[in-house]
Nanobody
């Protein structure tokens, strides 16, 4: 089983930046893909960005050009650099890992974009 812990959320003004981190532990060998999802109040959880074991990335249209997903394999950590943040980016952000077609989730970290 894979355990995930997120960090880096907080309150930021519109136009600002945040970097989220997600560290994986446990049975991390052969994780196929890691990514970030978010869920705003009253809305469904949605994919923000993902990165596969060979470095292929995918982004939601709403964050393309503003967010960047990256990873540090040695630290078992995935990052989400978020720039030009907008109020509509406000949500709980969840780290996700897929291994053997089974997903694991972190507890989530709150991101609030407000003046």
């Amino acid at each position: 089983q894979v355990q995930l812990v997120e960090s880096g959320g907080g309150l930021v003004q519109p136009g600002g930046s945040l970097r989220l981190s997600c560290t994986a532990s446990g049975s991390i060998f052969s994780i196929y893909r890691m990514g970030w999802y978010r869920q705003a109040p009253g809305k469904q959880r949605e994919l923000v960005a993902s990165i596969t074991a060979i470095g292929i990335t995918n982004y939601a249209d709403s964050v393309k050009g503003r967010f960047t997903i990256s990873r540090d394999t040695a630290k078992n950590t995935v990052y989400l650099q978020m720039n030009s943040l907008k109020p509509e980016d406000t949500a709980v952000y969840y780290c996700n890992a897929v291994k053997d077609s089974r997903p694991s989730w972190g507890p989530g970290t709150q991101v609030t974009v407000s003046s």
